[in-house]
């Protein structure tokens, strides 16, 4: 293998690597950040999630729950993206201060495999999508035979995007996330215009969700919030590259909270039209534009399934490989890339996390929720916005962020006790079951981000404080 310069390694290991990126090498300014992340959350399983909630909301309660929940959320998770900026390093590296060094390869590890099955849901409806296409043109394909061959083509052609790097990611997304906005913008007034909205307002929602309207309005909320945590551990990556805070923040913010609901709206609108026309509600948004405007608007589905799904792949890929790098430094990103590929491509062609879609991203959600909790405490309050950069690359043999062999017990108690608390006292996310009126208030996955930051605030207000706190007089870049 080719020897490659001191040089060209550093800044393979800055831009693909864990080593804080200097202001002048950032290469996102706010539109580039912006159009990066839109591509990245704008998948197909936007409209998989605008049609679960769809079905068991009225027409006005559905564009509130999506709305609401998303921003609300979005807004309070990327506070921490003002560190990312300022420090150039991604949430995964502060990580290392509030689970331990060794508490982020496990979690970082356990998170990114379970990210990757949303890259699995994105490759199967890639695969429905693409048949759908063919078969409005009069192109029969043979699900059991190309779903899973199209699933992993979508797999490969993403990848090879991450292989690139963010340069190449940066001016995909420029024409991509452009053109998908428009026709974003387009599929709504398709919905709008194919049936009358006084029969959209008409439609009644499934109500054998839950027995009351608070109870069904809560677990589309709990969808919802689970689909804005999704993105949290994920959404702290991409601003290390970004030129200044405030457009790391804003551009971060508008894409996850902003932008992502509105697909996930046009998902929702479009399937209750959907349900208005053929009684039916349906998630694919090529079945849907030629059933309410024709095959050839189906095309459109080409810009949406085939150029976002394969877009979203290679963001996602890249992200999520960065995660995994950041437990695990040594080991190069193209290897992980390589590997991801396979492992996405196993999920497709299983099909489990497609099956249990509901069940999946509100898991995912429990443990994510006490990090998101956490790290806005750790970052406002409990260390004021100052980290150690020599004890999270131990600069000098300091290694203030060992903690207990490697793991940091209190931030580590503090997930474990928001988890269990949650799944035994409140919401069981694998049955849908609400055990207490306190989901009827903050949802399951809400619950965990805010008993996960109280627990953690409250601790350090005890004598733990000297222990969660052992890089003080480490403080030289503030």
Not at 31 to 57: N, P
Not at 351 to 373: E, L, R, T
């Amino acid at each position: 293998m080719a020897k490659i310069s001191h040089a060209e390694y550093i800044r393979r290991e800055t831009v693909t690597g864990t080593v804080p990126m200097l202001r002048s090498e950032r290469q996102y300014g706010f539109w580039d950040l912006f159009l990066t992340t839109s591509g990245f959350s704008i998948a197909t399983w936007c409209y998989t999630q605008g049609a679960y909630v769809a079905q068991f909301l009225s027409f006005k309660q559905m564009l509130i729950n999506i709305f609401c929940f998303n921003i609300v959320w979005i807004l309070i998770e990327c506070i921490p993206v003002l560190f990312a900026v300022r420090y150039g390093i991604d949430l995964w590296v502060w990580l290392r201060s509030v689970l331990g060094k060794k508490g982020v390869i496990i979690f970082a590890t356990v998170i990114s495999m379970a990210n990757f099955g949303w890259y699995a849901v994105n490759a199967q409806l890639f695969a429905s999508s693409m048949i759908n296409l063919f078969g409005g043109f009069g192109i029969v394909l043979n699900p059991e035979l190309w779903k899973p061959v199209l699933g992993v083509l979508c797999v490969v052609l993403g990848t090879l995007i991450a292989l690139g790097g963010p340069d190449v990611i940066k001016w995909a997304n420029r024409f991509l996330v452009t053109a998908l906005l428009i026709v974003g913008a387009i599929v709504v007034v398709i919905a709008f215009t194919a049936v009358p909205l006084s029969d959209m307002l008409a439609v009644q929602p499934d109500t054998s969700l839950y027995e009351t309207g608070l109870g069904r309005f809560m677990l589309s909320a709990e969808g919802n919030v689970a689909f804005a945590f999704s993105w949290s551990t994920q959404a702290l990556v991409l601003p290390r590259l970004a030129k200044t805070e405030r457009g790391g923040y804003w551009s971060t913010s508008l894409a996850y909270g902003v932008v992502a609901p509105f697909f996930v709206a046009a998902g929702g609108v479009m399937a209750i039209a959907m349900c208005v026309r053929t009684g039916v509600y349906v998630d694919d948004p090529t079945l849907m534009l030629s059933t309410l405007a024709g095959p050839g608007f189906a095309l459109l589905s080409l810009l949406m399934v085939t150029f976002a799904n394969i877009g979203t792949q290679g963001t996602g890929s890249y992200v999520n490989c960065m995660i995994v790098k950041s437990g695990l430094p040594k080991v190069s990103y193209r290897l992980l890339v390589i590997l991801a590929a396979i492992y996405v491509s196993a999920l497709t062609v299983w099909g489990w996390v497609m099956d249990n879609f509901g069940s999946f991203i509100s898991m995912a959600a429990q443990i994510q929720g006490p990090i998101i909790g956490m790290t806005v405490v750790d970052y406002l309050i409990v260390k004021k916005r100052k980290i150690s950069l020599k004890s999270l690359f131990n600069i000098d043999d300091h290694k203030a962020y060992e903690f207990t062999g490697g793991f940091n017990l209190v931030g580590l108690g503090c997930m474990l006790i928001a988890f269990v608390t949650n799944i035994v006292f409140i919401y069981n996310p694998l049955t849908a079951e609400i055990k207490s009126s306190i989901f009827l208030v903050l949802t399951g996955s809400g619950y965990t981000a805010v008993c996960g930051g109280l627990l953690y605030w409250l601790a350090s207000l005890t004598p733990l404080r000297k222990y969660m706190l052992r890089d003080r007089d480490e403080l030289e870049i503030v």
